[in-house]
């Protein structure tokens, strides 16, 4: 099923590299994405909240994941636990801050304008993402790439999303999709080490002052 979604979406994919060749502005009416029943919180996000949902997430992967924490703690402590508040006190700003209305589609024209400003909204509440893996990469006339993004919803949700964008004479035209919300092992788009590659280069960034690549 997901190989379908995936050649579904690289097919309206390059059926758009005809905007970056000609078309300069297509404008919609912006749509609200017709409800899902929330699943978490109606509130926004909150330090303590995010620290529940990164262990809720945690838990979706391998305990071997945490061998080094579990090693660090001893017998004493959960290493799921730990690793949730650690990274929930220092992620929390950059999340709480960076949480935007997502587009299905958006895109540059080449002068820096965005030629999609107003389409469907991708979910029901607005994201944040936080953590992205490059799935295939083709260049020729264009660039096209296809990466798997996690982003944390405002109401605790996570969810994994395809992003397919293509990229020709300095525009760049990107489509995403959501896979799934992610509730099981199987429905996590990236691995452990990544996700907190991202996470690191989230701290890293916000550190330094600087907007954080992923990827």
């Known amino acids: 099923m997901k190989h379908k979604k995936v050649a579904a979406a690289l097919s309206a994919a390059v059926a758009g590299a005809a905007v970056l ?42 305990d071997s994941e945490f061998d080094d924490s579990a090693e660090f703690l001893g017998d004493g402590g959960d290493p799921g636990e730990y690793e949730a508040e650690n990274y929930s006190s220092q992620l929390f700003p950059y999340i709480k801050r960076n949480m935007k209305d997502v587009m299905m589609l958006e895109g540059d024209d080449g002068t820096g304008k965005e030629p999609f400003a107003m389409t469907d909204v991708l979910f029901c509440y607005p994201a944040c993402k936080i953590g992205c893996e490059i799935r295939e990469l083709f260049s020729d006339n264009f660039v096209l790439c296809l990466e798997s993004e996690m982003w944390i919803l405002e109401n605790g949700e996570f969810a994994s999303v395809y992003c397919v964008s293509i990229g020709k004479d300095g525009g760049r035209l990107s489509y995403r999709f959501v896979d ?24 890293e960034a916000e550190k330094e002052g600087r907007k954080p690549y992923l990827p």
């Open 21 to 62: 060749g000609g078309i300069r502005y297509a404008v919609g009416k912006r749509k609200p994405k017709e409800g899902r029943e929330p699943d978490i919180q109606e509130e926004g996000l909150t330090e303590g909240k995010l620290r529940e949902c990164l262990l809720r997430l945690f838990r979706l992967y391998e």
């Open 180 to 203: 799934t919300y992610i509730k099981n092992p199987g429905d996590i788009p990236i691995c452990f080490e990544d996700l907190e590659s991202g996470f690191t280069e989230i701290i």
